[in-house]
C-alpha cells in the first residue's frame, strides 16, 4: 500500500503563487509516475500535470507554462509550483501515484483557491 499527503493549499489573489507539496509513503517501486490533477465543483476531475521517475513532464495546456512539476525522489515528494494564478485554477488538487500493473493511488487532496 502506498499513502499520499498533500500540503500547501490555501487561497491567493489572481496573479499570486502557491506550492504544493506531496509526500509518498508506504511500498513504492523504483519506477513511477506521480502527478497532480485537480477537480472544480461540478466537473470532472482533469489532469494537470506529471513526471516520471526519470524527470520527464508532462503539462495540460491551461498550465503550460505557469506551473512546474518536479520530484525528489529520494524522498519520495512531488511538489507543484503554481505561478500567475488564475481564477479558473480553482480546485481541489489532488496528488497521484502510478505503479506497477495497475497500483494507482490518489492523495485526499487540498484545496486552492484564486480570488478574482
Known amino acids: 500500500q502506498v499513502q499520499l499527503v498533500e500540503s500547501g493549499g490555501g487561497l491567493v489573489q489572481t496573479g499570486g503563487s502557491l506550492r504544493l507539496s506531496c509526500a509518498a509513503s508506504?511500498?513504492?517501486?523504483?519506477?513511477?509516475?506521480m502527478g497532480w490533477y485537480r477537480q472544480a465543483p461540478g466537473k470532472q476531475r482533469e489532469l494537470v500535470t506529471t513526471?516520471?521517475?526519470?524527470?520527464?513532464?508532462v503539462y495540460a495546456d491551461s498550465v503550460n507554462g505557469r506551473f512546474t512539476i518536479s520530484r525528489d525522489n529520494a524522498k519520495n515528494m512531488v511538489y507543484l509550483q503554481m505561478n500567475s494564478l488564475k481564477p479558473e485554477d480553482t480546485a481541489v488538487y489532488y496528488c497521484?501515484?502510478?505503479?506497477?500493473?495497475?497500483?494507482?493511488?490518489w492523495g485526499q487532496g487540498t484545496q486552492v483557491t484564486v480570488s478574482s
Open positions: 508506504g511500498r513504492i517501486f523504483s519506477i513511477t509516475v
Open positions: 497521484n501515484l502510478v505503479q506497477g500493473y495497475g497500483q494507482n493511488y
Open positions: 513526471i516520471n521517475s526519470g524527470g520527464s513532464t
